[in-house]
């Protein structure tokens, strides 16, 4: 796993000039001539990541004095490398990458300070409809995953272990396709089953192409699918950004908990400029009713834990990294008051 990672790195740091150009546009409020500019790298653009969107949309981060500049970095490889390059302050992924970060020795590793969603946000996607579904459907059919050593990857096998089925051996998982192209290709013919998140999910069943069949989410239980980190270093040098960068996150927090799924849609529609806002609401209700978001931002130890046991059960952790390394929530605690 250690040389797999290292290699995904070197590889996503030849791109990272060109990631610099992925920003997205923002209409928060505009920032006091004393903001401080912060750059942010998230792992993908997607409604799964609603409180973020609201925060920015209402201009919690210019409250705070930060001046957000946004970037999608497109795999939590690529996120990760702009982080530890530099390129960003801070970045948002899977925590499972801080993990593999620090075991490959990085002297400077990322800490994560701020947990935002607390379930996977895919969905399992039929070529036909089924209204009693049973993951022993799988058995012997193709289905379209994700990366080895990804969250979306993990928590699929996660799941699929839990029903006794062998992720190897009792099906083909077809982990070739890139990041965000799965569902063109299902729409092209591949695969029995594939593995969406949102909008994708919602895409296919709009084209008739395919039918949601299975939340991930609510079938692998509460996981600490993303988090907020940034090197120890930028932490230590800069605690009262953290600070407030968090307290802005914890006002989207508080947002979501307590608006409509409607109301959420249309703050953040200027995010999705390219989906309309029927499906923005219905993709987040589909969120909101699977508890998707938590309503604070404190990564508890319970959690590490458990995202530990999934990533050693996938065989993708060579040795277990303490909470206290990897894992700061004082500033979320804060947040919280």
Not at 35 to 56: G, K, R
Not at 197 to 224: C, N, Q, R
Not at 254 to 283: G, K, M, N, R, W
Request: glycine fraction near 8%; charge should be negative; charged fraction near 20%.
């Amino acid at each position: 796993m250690k040389k797999k990672f290292l290699s995904l790195f070197l590889t996503a740091l030849c791109a990272v000039t060109l990631l610099c150009g992925c920003s997205t546009d923002k209409k928060e409020a505009a920032p006091s001539t004393d903001a401080v500019p912060v750059t942010l790298n998230e792992v993908a653009h997607s409604i799964f990541y609603a409180p973020m969107y609201v925060a920015i949309e209402e201009g919690y981060f210019a409250e705070e004095g930060i001046d957000l500049t946004l970037i999608t970095g497109f795999g939590a490889d690529k996120t990760m490398t702009a982080l530890l390059t530099g390129e960003a302050d801070i970045g948002f992924m899977g925590s499972e990458s801080t993990i593999y970060t620090y075991i490959g020795g990085s002297a400077d590793y990322a800490v994560n300070f701020a947990q935002l969603t607390q379930r996977a946000g895919n969905f399992l996607v039929a070529r036909e409809p089924i209204d009693n579904f049973d993951w022993n459907m799988l058995l012997g059919k193709d289905v379209l995953g994700g990366r080895a050593g990804g969250m979306p990857e993990m928590v699929f096998e996660y799941i699929l272990k839990k029903n006794g089925i062998d992720p190897a051996a009792d099906l083909s998982i077809d982990q070739s396709i890139d990041f965000g192209s799965t569902a063109a290709a299902f729409s092209g013919g591949q695969g029995d089953f594939t593995v969406e998140f949102e909008p994708h999910a919602t895409a296919l069943e709009s084209k008739g192409d395919g039918y949601v069949v299975a939340s991930l989410g609510e079938d692998s239980g509460y996981v600490p699918y993303t988090a907020f980190s940034a090197k120890k270093s930028y932490i230590e040098a800069n605690p009262e950004i953290i600070q407030s960068f968090t307290n802005a996150l914890q006002k989207g927090m508080d947002y979501v908990q307590s608006h409509s799924a409607a109301e959420i849609a249309a703050v953040i529609a200027p995010q999705f400029e390219e989906t309309d806002l029927d499906t923005i609401t219905t993709i987040v209700e589909r969120y909101a009713s699977q508890d998707t978001w938590k309503s604070d931002l404190i990564f508890t130890e319970e959690s590490f834990t458990l995202l530990q046991n999934i990533l050693e059960e996938a065989g993708e952790l060579e040795k277990r990294v303490a909470y206290e390394e990897l894992v700061d929530t004082s500033f979320a605690k804060k947040a919280a008051e």
